[in-house]
């Protein structure tokens, strides 16, 4: 149980990281501009998390809430993420 906990953490500290340097911004100003699906982007960005920290869960928690706020529902979110 406490190392399900220590990685939930691990990914709530990562996506506080990116939120605090405005790397959400950023990406929330992209994806305005972009004609693409939001569920591209958020699975491109989950692979790179999931090579960069080697963590599948932390990955999917850090990705879906950058893109969360382009309006698409959370439940396509998180599968793109995990995909």
Do not use: F, N, W
Not at 7 to 30: F, T
Not at 31 to 45: D, F, G, R, V
């Amino acid at each position: 149980m406490a190392m399900i906990l220590l990685i939930i953490a691990r990914g709530g500290a990562v996506k506080q990281v990116l939120i605090d340097s405005h790397i959400d911004q950023y990406i929330a100003g992209i994806m305005a501009e972009s004609t693409l699906s939001p569920l591209i982007p958020t699975c491109l960005i989950a692979a790179i998390l999931r090579v960069a920290i080697r963590s599948a869960t932390v990955a999917g928690i850090t990705a879906a809430p950058l893109v969360a706020a382009t309006g698409v529902g959370p439940e396509l979110m998180v599968l793109a993420a995990g995909a």
